[in-house]
């Protein structure tokens, strides 16, 4: 999908779910895109079968839950609990471990690591100028940097948010990298 | 702001002025949405409830300084999102204390969702899918595929941009497909 195709996702899904029914000539543009473009042709006659099926999922019935005592418990907690500010210091370990987290991020990316030295390298590397090879993507997998790109992040994107949107995959992906390494 | 705001903001006033009934009115009304939210981005109905009681806990503290321009429901969910991120983020940050550990505990948290897509109802196959996708894109997709939230919404609830949210939408939406396909024979149009 080219950069020009990547635009032309949101007004899809609008055109998909229904938003642009009061704007013809947006949904007049999408069309015309469709129209000649296969590529999106294919991503959008594919989504709205993903979409539709998405539709017919049940919901877990959630009626016979017990709200009642869901109330109750938090009626009890708050009884003792009056309306404050309340502040909670973050931990440090969070600081060190979104450190090594960075690391591991790109460590696995690289690809071709193997020896200490090489490791120890990457990681002062990563240190000095970590956010920019980020940002142009060169330690980076392409997996993860797809990622980066594509959802918007700020370019002070921060690691925690790169573990958080690693999808059980990747994180299976590092695990296996890792343990490369540390043979 | 619809009908139902304004009724949440007369309620908020209604507690601030010491009427506690008013706040169990308020869980009444959001409870159960609060809940569908928690339980897709977590998967277990019990982890949900802690989290639905652990929000309106926080609510509760924290409503003296509500501010009536937003309405409760995004105000609320952002709370039920952040503690959900937090668990999800604490789940993992402890594979992430030791270079020495990290492959195994790793290792130990992966493989499940895969074998979970074998399950046959097409409910828990979406659900398990849902379950692998990334937290913030599963918030993104929950809250709007699931409980049909606008993009300006999510994007208030969640601190991002609307065509942020919306990327993610899509994202998440291509990684359902293929999560589905492979078990989906889409036999049904
Ligand atoms: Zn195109």
Redesign the interface.
Known sequence: MSRSCREW??PM?DLLEGELEHDAAAAARVRAHLDACPVCAAEYA??Q???A??A?????D?AE?D?DG??R???A??AT?P????FRPAPI??VT?AA??LA?VLLWGAGRLTGRGEQRRVLSQIEASGREALADGRAASPQVMD?VL???YPVDADV??L???????E??A???R??ML?G | MNGSDHDDHQLIRRFLEGERWAFDALMTAHAPQAHRVALGMLGDPDQADDVVQEAFIRAHRALPRFEFRSRFRTWLHRIVVNLCLGRIRRARRVSLVSLGDLAQRLRARTGLPARELERRDLGERIEAAVITLPPKQRAVFVMRQQEGLGYAEIASILGRSEGGVRANYFQALQKLRRALAEHEEWDDE
């Open positions: 996702r949101g899904l594919s989504l079968r993903t979409l099926l998405l017919r999922r049940p919901l877990r959630d839950r709200w869901l109330r418990r938090v009626q907690e708050i609990d309306p404050r500010r309340r370990l969070a471990a090594a987290a591991l990622a594509a959802e918007d925690d948010q573990i958080d949107d690693m999808s059980a995959d994180l299976a590092l695990a296996e890792l343990e540390k």
